[in-house]
């Protein structure tokens, strides 16, 4: 079955830019790769998603890999209210199945 | 827009009591998740509905959890009786089925089983 694999942490300086690394070696053809992020006592918010092609909005960039084997979250300057946990999903085109992630604890140093 | 809406935001049991938490999905959102949420951990899917049919309840401990999404709209999770690992936090979420439609999640219910 396809899984998502991410690191448990990692460190950015406030005003620096947060590369979120994702690998999703066994993706489908179809699934969608999406991002996610949860604050303490929150449920995750949307941040953004993509097939094929890299997407930006307001928040973040999504980089994907020609191969749609992993991706990448980016964060073009961390503030302080970007520390959270990151998720990255895949969402399977048959069924809507969610495969999560474990989710990278961002800590923003000021 | 309104979001998903969970109730209650908090409960407290003693173990082998029984508890129902429910959700109310964005209007429209065919699909349905309830995840079980562990401290410190990611969430994992209890079950999925599309409208009032369930998709995959294959991580649903039935012999004391149970949903239902009678009319395809708002859902009901129950455990009954409790464990102390059951301590979580509940999240609803809901969507359109297509797999590139955005996942709205609620702010969870937290249960504390002492």
């Known amino acids: 079955d396809a899984k998502t694999t991410q690191p448990n942490s990692m460190e950015s300086n406030e005003e620096e830019p947060v590369h979120l690394p994702c690998n999703h070696s066994?993706?489908?053809?179809?699934?969608?790769i999406h991002w996610y992020r949860q604050l303490p006592s929150q449920g995750p918010e949307y941040v953004i998603h993509?097939?094929?092609s890299n997407v930006n909005n307001r928040m973040a960039s999504l980089a994907i890999a020609e191969d749609r084997k992993s991706s990448t979250l980016i964060l073009h300057r961390a503030t302080l209210r970007d520390a959270a946990v990151y998720y990255c999903i895949l969402r399977r085109n048959q069924g809507g199945k969610l495969i999560f992630g474990q989710g990278t604890e961002l800590s923003v140093k000021p | 827009e309104a979001g998903v809406a969970q109730s209650p935001r908090y409960k407290i049991i003693e173990k082998r009591q029984s508890v129902a938490f429910w959700c109310n999905p964005i209007s429209g959102h065919a699909t349905l998740y309830w995840y079980q949420q562990i401290l410190g951990q990611g969430p994992k899917l209890l079950i999925q509905f599309q409208n009032n049919g369930v998709v995959d309840d294959s991580q649903l401990p039935k012999d004391r959890f149970s949903a239902e999404r009678l009319k395809g709209v708002d859902s009901t999770l129950k455990i009954q009786p409790a464990k102390l690992e059951d301590s979580a936090v509940y999240l609803c979420?809901?969507?359109?089925?297509?797999?590139?439609?955005?996942?709205?999640f609620g702010e969870g219910s937290w249960l504390t089983v002492v």
């Open positions: 979420a809901s969507s359109f089925p297509f797999s590139g439609n955005t996942i709205y």
């Open positions: 066994t993706i489908s053809g179809t699934d969608y």
């Open positions: 993509g097939l094929t």
